[in-house]
Nanobody, 114 residues
Framework: VQLQASGGGLVQAGGSLRLSCTAS????????WAWYRQAPGKQRELVAH???????DYADSVKGRFKISRDYVKNTVFLQMNSLKPDDAAVYYC?????????WGQGTQVTVSS
Protein backbone atom coordinates (compact mmCIF):
# COMPACT_ATOMS: atom_id res chain seq x y z
CA VAL A 1 0.00 0.00 0.00
CA GLN A 2 1.38 3.39 -0.97
CA LEU A 3 0.04 6.62 0.46
CA GLN A 4 0.46 10.00 -1.17
CA ALA A 5 -0.16 12.97 1.08
CA SER A 6 -0.73 16.47 -0.24
CA GLY A 7 -2.42 19.76 0.52
CA GLY A 8 -0.03 21.37 2.91
CA GLY A 9 1.12 24.93 2.54
CA LEU A 10 1.36 28.34 4.12
CA VAL A 11 -1.76 29.85 5.63
CA GLN A 12 -2.49 32.73 7.95
CA ALA A 13 -3.79 32.07 11.43
CA GLY A 14 -7.53 31.59 11.26
CA GLY A 15 -7.36 30.16 7.79
CA SER A 16 -8.12 26.69 6.47
CA LEU A 17 -6.39 23.89 4.62
CA ARG A 18 -7.51 20.50 3.43
CA LEU A 19 -4.99 17.70 3.45
CA SER A 20 -5.43 14.66 1.24
CA CYS A 21 -4.01 11.18 1.48
CA THR A 22 -4.56 9.00 -1.55
CA ALA A 23 -4.02 5.27 -1.35
CA SER A 24 -2.77 2.95 -4.08
CA UNK A 25 -5.46 0.44 -3.12
CA UNK A 26 -9.17 0.61 -2.45
CA UNK A 27 -9.70 2.21 0.92
CA UNK A 28 -12.43 -0.32 1.59
CA UNK A 29 -9.54 -2.65 2.43
CA UNK A 30 -8.10 -0.29 5.04
CA UNK A 31 -9.08 -0.94 8.65
CA UNK A 32 -8.20 2.42 10.13
CA TRP A 33 -6.86 5.76 8.99
CA ALA A 34 -5.12 8.42 10.98
CA TRP A 35 -3.43 11.75 10.59
CA TYR A 36 -0.42 12.54 12.74
CA ARG A 37 1.74 15.62 12.94
CA GLN A 38 5.24 16.37 14.07
CA ALA A 39 6.56 19.81 14.86
CA PRO A 40 10.30 20.52 15.11
CA GLY A 41 11.71 19.21 18.37
CA LYS A 42 8.48 17.47 19.30
CA GLN A 43 7.22 13.93 19.16
CA ARG A 44 4.82 12.81 16.49
CA GLU A 45 1.29 13.09 17.80
CA LEU A 46 -2.06 11.71 16.74
CA VAL A 47 -4.36 14.36 15.33
CA ALA A 48 -7.37 12.45 14.02
CA HIS A 49 -8.44 8.87 13.55
CA UNK A 50 -11.23 7.13 11.67
CA UNK A 51 -12.18 3.48 11.73
CA UNK A 52 -13.66 1.37 8.96
CA UNK A 53 -17.02 1.77 10.67
CA UNK A 54 -16.69 5.52 10.52
CA UNK A 55 -15.97 6.25 14.15
CA UNK A 56 -13.75 9.26 14.58
CA ASP A 57 -11.55 10.60 17.32
CA TYR A 58 -9.55 13.79 17.60
CA ALA A 59 -6.80 15.24 19.72
CA ASP A 60 -8.23 17.67 22.23
CA SER A 61 -6.23 20.49 20.67
CA VAL A 62 -8.04 20.15 17.32
CA LYS A 63 -11.56 19.12 18.35
CA GLY A 64 -14.16 21.33 16.74
CA ARG A 65 -11.65 22.65 14.19
CA PHE A 66 -10.45 19.60 12.25
CA LYS A 67 -12.47 16.92 10.52
CA ILE A 68 -11.33 13.61 9.07
CA SER A 69 -13.32 12.10 6.23
CA ARG A 70 -13.06 9.56 3.41
CA ASP A 71 -13.92 9.44 -0.27
CA TYR A 72 -14.21 5.85 -1.41
CA VAL A 73 -14.42 6.77 -5.08
CA LYS A 74 -11.13 8.68 -4.93
CA ASN A 75 -9.49 6.26 -2.46
CA THR A 76 -8.63 9.32 -0.45
CA VAL A 77 -8.82 10.38 3.16
CA PHE A 78 -9.03 14.06 3.97
CA LEU A 79 -8.23 16.24 6.93
CA GLN A 80 -10.13 19.50 6.83
CA MET A 81 -8.41 21.99 9.07
CA ASN A 82 -10.19 25.19 10.02
CA SER A 83 -9.33 28.05 12.35
CA LEU A 84 -5.68 27.18 12.09
CA LYS A 85 -3.34 28.37 14.79
CA PRO A 86 0.45 28.79 14.78
CA ASP A 87 0.62 25.75 17.10
CA ASP A 88 -0.86 23.64 14.29
CA ALA A 89 2.26 24.14 12.19
CA ALA A 90 3.96 20.81 11.61
CA VAL A 91 4.61 18.10 9.08
CA TYR A 92 1.42 16.10 8.76
CA TYR A 93 1.51 12.38 8.02
CA CYS A 94 -1.25 10.01 7.10
CA UNK A 95 -1.24 6.45 8.32
CA UNK A 96 -3.22 3.43 7.26
CA UNK A 97 -3.57 0.11 9.01
CA UNK A 98 -4.56 -2.96 7.05
CA UNK A 99 -4.77 -6.32 8.74
CA UNK A 100 -1.98 -5.55 11.18
CA UNK A 101 0.33 -3.84 8.72
CA UNK A 102 1.01 -0.13 9.02
CA UNK A 103 1.67 2.24 6.13
CA TRP A 104 2.75 5.88 6.23
CA GLY A 105 2.52 8.68 3.74
CA GLN A 106 5.51 10.90 3.09
CA GLY A 107 4.32 13.94 5.04
CA THR A 108 3.10 17.34 3.99
CA GLN A 109 4.23 20.60 5.58
CA VAL A 110 1.71 22.95 7.15
CA THR A 111 2.94 26.42 8.07
CA VAL A 112 0.71 28.87 9.92
CA SER A 113 1.71 32.52 10.11
CA SER A 114 0.53 34.66 13.00
Amino acid sequence: VQLQASGGGLVQAGGSLRLSCTASVSIYSINTWAWYRQAPGKQRELVAHITAAGSTDYADSVKGRFKISRDYVKNTVFLQMNSLKPDDAAVYYCKAEKFGSVYWGQGTQVTVSS
